[in-house]
């Protein structure tokens, strides 16, 4: 009688032991959440975008500089990470820059938060004027341009389409979808 009580105990431990293994797991995916949301804000400048670009050539990419602090942007996000969902596995990307400044880090880890992007959102490394016009020339966007911002990409990693405002679905869909047919 005693083994087979002793055996019960053991399988109640296990039980609890098993549930407690999952509550941690719980608690620590939680926590890795949060901090890959803050692993997403890598600072950036116009070589790593120009770089990662580079990288993905033979896929469609969508360029997309915003801010958290710009209303469009919050309209527009929502249609990229649409977008991203339906079209990235038949070969879309998207490279989101954020123009905020770092000591604006915690507002955009909100809008992270806020719009679940299944893709890397990075920060622009610098604010300064400076860092601006690397961008501008990079890109030959024209000072009066505002956020949103979007570049898309050919798969030959051409640059087809230039936005200096804010897209919806159907209108960046509508010149996605040729792009990615051509292979």
């Not at 692993?39 to 116009?46: K, Y």
């Not at 050539?57 to 919050?74: M, Q, T």
């Not at 079209?87 to 938060?113: C, H, R, W």
């Amino acid at each position: 009688m005693t083994s087979r009580f002793g055996s019960r105990n053991r399988r109640a431990l296990q039980l609890c032991l098993s549930g407690l293994a999952g509550l941690v797991i719980l608690i620590l995916s939680q926590a890795g959440v949060h901090a890959q949301v803050s692993a997403n804000l890598t600072p950036v400048d116009d070589k790593a975008v120009k770089s990662m670009l580079d990288h993905d050539k033979g896929k469609v990419v969508l360029i997309n500089f915003f801010a958290s602090w710009c209303a469009p942007c919050h309209q527009e996000f929502p249609d990229i990470v649409k977008l991203y969902d339906k079209y990235k596995d038949q070969g879309l990307d998207v490279i989101a820059v954020s123009m905020n400044d770092v000591t604006e880090k915690p507002d955009m880890e909100a809008f992270i938060k806020e719009m679940k992007p299944p893709f890397t959102v990075y920060l622009t490394s610098s604010t300064e004027d400076s860092a601006y016009k690397a961008f501008y020339d990079v890109w030959n966007m024209q000072d009066g341009d505002t956020l949103p911002m979007s570049m898309i990409y050919d798969r030959a990693g051409k640059l087809q389409h230039y936005y200096p405002k804010e897209r919806n679905y159907a209108q960046m869909e509508q010149d996605i979808t040729p792009l990615l047919a051509a292979k």
